[in-house]
């Protein structure tokens, strides 16, 4: 059956249309050319000119797996019971815990009333993919995938500290994809996880691990290389050393150096941007951030943006989640090490406008946003949950659209900050075709998802239909219409069908021999086999409801 | 079939989950731990459900099943001895039927989750105990009652990347009737073993967090046991590389335990201030981690432990204990669980379901929470899975509605 768009609005960035007029034909759940006069119209929809975008990708969010669901737990002051609807309350009971941190089908039934059709999970601990694929599994209507960490795994900083070769590197990092069914590599404070469990307390760029007696800056080298090397799309996903630090923007600074020119990608840099100026010795290098994405070219970035309110932050960067627990709200915090392949820190924060240092985040995200450039190397993200929930990004698309709109929350800001901050003299205004391009069109290209993120013949046919409206935020709180893969799924912001969504991976070839050494390693170290380690495509489509879409890469 | 003949198996007779559990081992009744032997001894075929008592299909089973559930006002799922697929499969029917879930071992998984809940923790898994750990303290525990291979496969290892493995300090904190026989080093050094009843660990052991953040203590002893005692206790955790303070929750079974697991985890808090601790929570059984972990990203919340006694049927799973049964009351009992389960009055229902790990797949979470194992079936099963029989149960459920 072939399903007929009329009249659509197209923002497309991928084929650089905005705001063309034309109609998309979907067939099989994708967008097929004009067929044949002959060929049998099944269902039109007019849309007299309404926006059609691409189903939006937020490529970095925490949607799933261990540090995620102790979140879940970790509010209980903050549950109510909720009044659910059909066909929502045939899949999910009405308990419910903080917004910051939803169930599983709350997660997928969020997303899609927003226009999303696709998560990833950004911080996979390899060793505990398992539950992060059955909680993506379990959560319905968009697709899904995750970026596995390396770089404080024992594996990869004995391979480096005993000097092995790039090839046995490039090996183990595409045996890692295989093994966690992932589809990127990430980094979370290189070498400082596995720090912390030598009692370090900071691990800075060219600081020796106090171990291995390797750098983060060698970590980061490896990995971009062999990321590069193997051939797969999505760059190195560097979550930066010294997160949260007053001065850690130089840290920042000097990461975007440390992949000798290889693209990498540095996630929620918000948290990455951060001077010593001024009298709290507390200040935005966004300036200086945003200039230095500007120049170099081989950089993308995640903003991180924060917004007010309570919410839960789960990172895998348990060395620095363990300061930061000292200002934790409420007061309690959950710190693991994990394995001896990562670590994870869970701590409640409230962000407070009357709060200097969190006014001066808020602006300093922004100041990010609106001094980068190139929309198609900076991502609309809130690090959800950690700077704020997913379902906050209508609100901040306003805020990046409506310079007015901004300037009014800036005015509410605690004083000293707005004081600190040259947000006012950003005048730029983000347009629909920017939004799209960095909500659509730069994800899907960032993470290799060929058919994603664009409205050309042969894209899967995940499409969001809006009404034009002055207020953004409304706009892109409530599409008028939703298709996951052809079918329509929401309608006027209302979920009407429950669809499951699928996982993308990337599993580049690889030399099988290195199988032979890490089996070694497991047998001698650690407490599962190393068997029972990998994930299979049968495991992912268990229960039904999943199934795998492999990425071709290269 | 889905049998593996060259994989090792996951064993899930308890939280520990050992998976190097040959084939050939289970065929030949040669696995090491009494747990395992037993649960792999199981006989689970050639029993067909019941109704009443007397034998029944499996359909009529099914519809006698829905049938109760569609008159009861107030379901209860309960037991939930099952993998992680089986608890997916629970919740789905709990939604339906507007049930309340709960476990087992409720009491004891509630115990840790009022401590995580009220002030969170700082806690390690196995992997890391293996490689690090130079100083383990039990508190309350000999651990090996709950998981028989702890020493074996963790502490007793032949080699570790970061630590001497038989050079490990191992000391027991209070509790009954402790075999500490395992905590003997491969070189025959003895644990240290301070004797307190269980009873009296609240006051030992907020002792000795009093101790590590150097309060200072003027009594002599404390249940006791003598202050100098503890005060070297607690210099033996600051000067420790990675101490791990162990604790089981089921062994902590007494009115407020959770404020000294609270004790215990705040212990390890002040520790991390300067050196390097960690908490580990051992034992856990029946799926209980599965099924909590499970349900918690279904629903948003952990498992809860509901008043029996406001509920009129209860869903009985016993997958991983075939004697457990609900205590006696005036509900209606459905059981959808162990083929081999022992019954002293015969439940409404019984409708025998495969086991995750003995004769069906699955995948179940290990006792430290990060790790995640994949089940198999070591032997053929005439039962279908406990999600089959749901499924089922559901669609009678959807077509009475419709």
Known sequence: MITLLKNAKVIDPAHGKDGVTQDIYIRDGRIIAKPAESEKIGQVYDLNGKIVMAGAIDM???????????????????????QLEEPEAHICGANCSHLATPNTTDTGMRYIEMGYTAAFEPAVLAVNARQAHMEMGDTPMIDKGGYAMLGNDDYLLRLLSQNADQKTINDYVAWTLHATQTIGIKVVNPGGISAFKFNERRQDLDQQHAFYQITPRRILQALSRAVHDIGIAKPLHVHCNNLGVAGNFQTTLDTMGASDGLPMHLTHIQFHSYGTEGDKKFSSAAANIAEAINKNKHITADVGQILFGQTVTASGDNMMQHLNAKVANPKKSVIMDIECDAGCGVVPFKYRDENYVNALQWAIGLEVFL????????????????????????????????????????????????AMSNLKALNREYSLYEIATMTRAAPAKLIGLHDRGHLGVGAAADITVYTEQADKEAMFAKPDLVFKDGELVVKEGKVIKVVWGATHTAKPAFDLGIEKEIKQYFDRYHTMQMDHFKISNDHIAEDGRNHVINHTQG | MNIQQNTMHTCPACGLLCDDISSEAVSSRQVSCGKAAAFYARVTTGVSPQVGGRAASLAEAVSAAANILKQSKAPLVAGSS????????????????????????????????????????????????RNRADVILMIGTDVVSHNARFFERVVWVPEAMFTVPSARKIIYLGGDQLDTTPGISPQGVAPQVIDCATAQLPEVVSCLRALVVNKPISAAAVAGVSMDQLRALAETLKAAKYATLVWVSKDLDYDHADLTIENITETVVALNQKSRAMGLSLGGSDGDTSVNYAHTWLNGVIIDAPAWESHDTVVWVNSYSPQAMPPAGKQSVIVLGAPDSTFEAPPAVFIPVATPGLDCAGQQFRVDGSVILPLTAVKPADAPTLTQVIAMIEAELEGASA
């Open chain 2, 82 to 129: 099952t993998d992680v697929h089986g608890a997916r499969a629970l919740v789905g029917l709990s939604h339906r039927t507007h049930a309340a879930v709960t476990h087992l071992n409720a009491s004891s998984t509630l115990r840790n989750m009022k401590v995580l809940q009220h002030k969170g923790w700082q806690t390690t898994t196995l992997t890391e105990v």
């Open chain 1, 371 to 418: 001094s980068v450039e190139d929309p198609w190397r900076v991502f609309l993200t809130t690090d959800h949950p950690n700077g704020a929930p997913f379902t906050s990004y209508p609100h901040l698309i306003r805020l990046l659209m409506d310079k007015t709109f901004r300037n009014d929350a800036f005015d509410k800001l605690n004083l000293d900050a707005q």
């Open chain 1, 60 to 82: 970095h969010s925490h949607i799933g797996g261990g540090k995620v669901n102790i979140a879940r737990m970790l509010l209980p002051e903050y549950q109510a019971m909720r």
